[in-house]
């Protein structure tokens, strides 16, 4: 869709903005943009942790959202644009009239082949893995917003799927109707669990709407009825958020999720508005939060990349893979 088209939704420095970011719009409200891994796999071939523990192959793996422009929190550790941020305003609940799942997905695989032509000539380039990679076959359902926002978020999966691809669909959890709804599971689930308690979660989260703590907590009752694998992600701010691991625990094992992954806050976007390099913690601080969180759930370590400042927990002896690594 043209900007004229999206400047009648959003503020056209919005879209600016975005575009200086190299986002590639989507129709009206979805977007694709180039995680940093792909730059790595192809140039370095240096994969990411998706790679490392479940098999997704880097260079194959297609960043997206559905809701671009459109979520229930303004967390002070996300790297997208908010409400405020830099004097731009948008109403970030006034959801539009939705794309369709298909023109979305067909959108998106031919944004992902616009940022992929920018690797030909570029003779470092891994020939065989971008020969690969215009054949996306993994779908991060993650990039910005809460993807449960967009009303077809199942019809969405389904059409992924329907391409072979393989689907990560990452939630904040305040929605709980929509996961409930789902005419298809993710490969894999996502929930985004960034407090131990109500109080820190309204400082770190900041929800925009009603009793969002509480429709949290309805998805964490709900995890267990999913036949995919599950993930509990904690995004992990230093001097904000890594305590209280007892009280993790219990809302963990209310959800039994599959994995734990607790992730390091990385200080980049426009995250670096709201929170100082210093709130970013180092691995050694994530590994020890990691083996407190273990103490406390019973779940084991059973990988981890350093790179990413991620440790992977669970009650597996090895995760779950999904391509050849």
């Not at 970011?21 to 730059?39: D, E, I, N, P, T």
Request: aromatic share 10%; with cysteine; proline share 6%.
């Amino acid at each position: 869709m043209e900007s004229d088209a999206l400047e009648t939704l959003v503020p056209p420095s919005l879209i600016q903005a975005l575009k200086k970011q190299r986002y590639h719009f989507v129709g009206q409200h979805s977007a694709v943009k180039r995680c940093r891994w792909l730059y790595e796999t192809l140039i370095h071939d240096r994969s990411c942790y998706k790679q490392k523990f479940y098999g997704i192959k880097t260079h194959q793996c297609l960043q997206m959202t559905p809701t671009l422009f459109y979520c229930t929190q303004q967390c002070l550790f996300c790297w997208r644009i908010q409400s405020g941020d830099s004097e731009v305003t948008w109403d970030e609940m006034k959801l539009p009239r939705w794309d369709s799942p298909e023109e979305i997905v067909e959108g998106s695989i031919k944004a992902q082949l616009a940022i992929l032509s920018g690797y030909k000539g570029n003779p470092k380039t891994n020939k065989q893995k971008l020969k690969e990679a215009i054949k996306p076959k993994h779908a991060a359902i993650s990039l910005t917003g809460e993807p449960t926002l967009y009303k077809p978020i199942g019809e969405l999966i389904q059409a992924f799927h329907r391409r072979e691809f393989t689907t990560f669909l990452v939630s904040n959890g305040t929605v709980p109707s929509a996961l409930a709804k789902l005419n298809e599971d993710p490969t894999q689930l996502y929930i985004s669990l960034c407090a131990p308690d109500k109080e820190t979660y309204k400082q770190i989260c900041r929800p925009q709407i009603p009793k969002a703590w509480e429709k949290i907590n309805d998805t964490l009752q709900l995890l267990p009825s999913f036949k995919c694998p599950t993930v509990i992600r904690i995004t992990s701010v230093h001097k904000l958020n890594m305590r209280k691991t007892a009280a993790y625990a219990k809302l963990i094992e209310k959800a039994n999720p599959t994995y734990i992954e607790p992730k390091a806050y990385m200080h980049v976007g426009f995250s670096r508005l709201r929170l100082t390099y210093e709130n970013m913690p180092s691995y050694k601080e994530i590994l020890e939060f990691a083996r407190q969180l273990a103490e406390d759930t019973g779940y084991k370590i059973i990988n981890e990349s350093k790179e990413s400042r991620v440790v992977l927990l669970s009650r597996l002896e090895k995760a779950i893979r999904f391509a050849d690594g």
